[in-house]
């Protein structure tokens, strides 16, 4: 049983009075294990139908695409993980997303988006039409979230690492959604993560309570009239909570709380846990209005410990007119560097002979459009941009406004580099495509032998005719390999070898 902090089970007892104890009993039961399928690569129903699991999960109820799982099934060792076909996420944690209504072709921003489990979700329901932004501030938790984005195969994506005030200057009244995942105390994670309970006290409710205030502030000036935020929480302290709403609320007269149904064991927020100086700020209406925000308990569902609220932006919807600066206030994006390299800034002119000079005199962007139109079968004309940093070609959502001054660690749909004059493709790019959009590709079966080896990053020997050649596609050059359809990273076939291109961070251990 976790080992929960003194101050903290009394100041719950206080809370909960009679359902304390079975509040109690629930860190003595197992955890339970989510994950949810990605339909950017497949449906829940055909998922289900390909899936050695299919008999040992079971539904989330307020997750259409989500599931349960047993510990046992391990399935972050599965090759369907590394093909992206479903994301490993704490179940109550899929709610917030689920609540935030995204449709195709929203504009969505994620702001405090690390590790980028719900940047993701977002991500499937805009099902590849209009754009996301997901930015976290801690630069270190950048870097996994990039490369979940990139593993789940995210066309339409910007990623940033600011401050929200940063984003604010350049993104007014500019998204339809947006999502506050804010950092917090992290009471409902005891149960999860052990490190929390014992760290707990070093994370003061009344600095969380501070630092989520000034986000929601900087958000709120984000949504368009009309948008919906939704703020969430991974704690049960009513000062980040409720009350954190409740004095949002009687800040920003244009926003409401958008009432959320309590089914599946969801429970209603508490408007009596608000003290009385922001309830008479507010007023009783608005107060009372707190009952429609949510909390999930760990003594009533099959999940961890969640707070949300669904806040409306008074007014219709009106196309947003973007400041444009002048020469002299602008700057220039800030390419934010990844260890590893990538991505990076702009770089020192490359060195070495003629292929060398011959590449400074294109710019990455022609390179880029040169094997694209060898390599893939792909138009995205109208649904992004070349944009080059560097040597790095990113394919930018048409619609992003500049990003001057702003520190972007993936500007689009990370292509690829241009290396001694010629375009290598990124891991990234693979992902994000369907089989027929590459030139050549071959798939083998999850269990076979040959999935196994690639994964692990060795070469492997086939015949030209086992390849999938498009029309007019000869057999060398790059291939896109597939696990039962679904492509997993690159290889280059040259004379009956697939050279392995899975850089090693992307490999299975």
């Known amino acids: 049983m976790t080992q929960l902090p003194a101050l903290f089970l009394r100041k719950m007892e ?16 197992p955890r339970v294990y989510g994950l949810r399928v990605n339909p950017l690569k497949l449906s829940a129903k055909d998922w289900l139908a390909l899936t050695p699991m299919e008999e040992r999960v079971r539904p989330i109820p307020w997750a259409p695409s989500g599931y349960y799982y047993t510990e046992e099934e391990r399935p972050g060792r599965h090759p369907h993980y590394h093909a992206g076909l479903y994301y490993i996420q704490e179940p109550s944690a899929m709610l917030p997303v689920e609540l935030l209504d995204v449709q195709p072709g929203h504009r969505v921003l994620d702001l405090c988006a690390a590790p980028g489990g ?10 590849g039409q209009g754009i996301l932004v997901s930015n976290d501030n801690a630069f270190e938790r950048t870097k996994p979230l990039a490369k979940n984005i990139e593993l789940q195969g995210v066309r339409n994506a910007v990623v940033l690492n600011e401050e929200p005030g940063s984003i604010a200057r350049v993104f007014p ?28 006290e070093s994370y003061s409710v009344e600095r969380c309570a501070a630092m989520q205030r000034d986000i929601l502030a900087q958000a709120a000036t984000m949504l368009k009239p009309g948008g919906l935020l939704v703020y969430s929480t991974c704690t ?14 009687a800040k920003r007269r ?30 009783a209406e608005g107060t009372a209005s707190l009952a429609g925000t949510v909390r999930l308990w760990p003594h009533k569902l099959e999940g961890e410990g969640h707070f949300i609220a669904a806040l409306r932006r008074s007014g ?16 220039p994006p ?3 560097k990844l260890k590893g390299g990538k991505p990076r800034g702009p770089e020192k002119p490359m060195r070495g002979g003629k292929q060398a000079a011959a590449a400074l005199q294109e710019p990455p962007e022609a390179t880029w459009k040169r094997f694209a139109e060898q390599e893939l079968r792909l138009g995205l004309e109208e649904e992004s941009q070349p944009l080059a940093f560097g040597h790095a070609v990113y394919l930018q959502p048409k619609g992003v406004p500049p990003l001057d001054g702003l520190k ?24 994000g495509l369907k089989r027929e959009e590459a030139a050549r590709s071959i798939s083998w079966g999850a269990d076979a032998e040959e999935t196994a080896r690639y994964l692990k990053g060795e070469t492997l020997f086939v015949q030209p005719e086992e390849l999938k050649l498009a029309e007019g596609a000869a057999a060398k050059g790059y291939v896109l390999i597939c696990v039962d359809g679904f492509p997993v990273g690159w290889s280059k076939f040259v004379d009956g070898m697939l050279k392995n291109e899975l850089a090693a961070g992307w490999r299975r251990v």
Request: hydrophobic fraction near 40%; glycine fraction near 8%; proline fraction near 4%.
């Open 14 to 29: 206080e809370l909960l009075q009679t359902e304390f104890q079975a509040f109690l009993d629930s860190y003595a039961a």
């Open 118 to 127: 719900k940047s993701t979700q977002i991500a499937g329901k805009l099902g």
């Open 173 to 200: 009244a500019w998204f339809d959604r947006i999502l506050v995942d804010a950092p917090c105390s992290g009471e409902g994670m005891f149960r999860k993560d052990d490190s929390m309970a014992a760290s707990w």
């Open 236 to 249: 049960f302290s009513p000062e980040e909570n409720e009350m954190q709403i409740a004095d949002f609320l």
């Open 254 to 283: 244009d926003f409401y709380i958008e009432p959320v149904s309590h089914t599946a064991g969801v429970s209603a927020g508490q408007p009596d846990w608000v003290d009385e100086a922001t309830a008479y700020q507010l007023g």
């Open 316 to 331: 219709e919807s009106t196309p947003e007119t973007v400041a444009v600066r002048s020469s002299q206030e602008q700057e």
């Open 334 to 336: 800030r390419m934010a």
């Open 408 to 431: 972007v660690i993936r500007a689009g749909w990370l292509a690829g580099e241009v290396r001694n004059g010629r375009f290598q493709p990124a891991q990234s790019l693979a992902l």
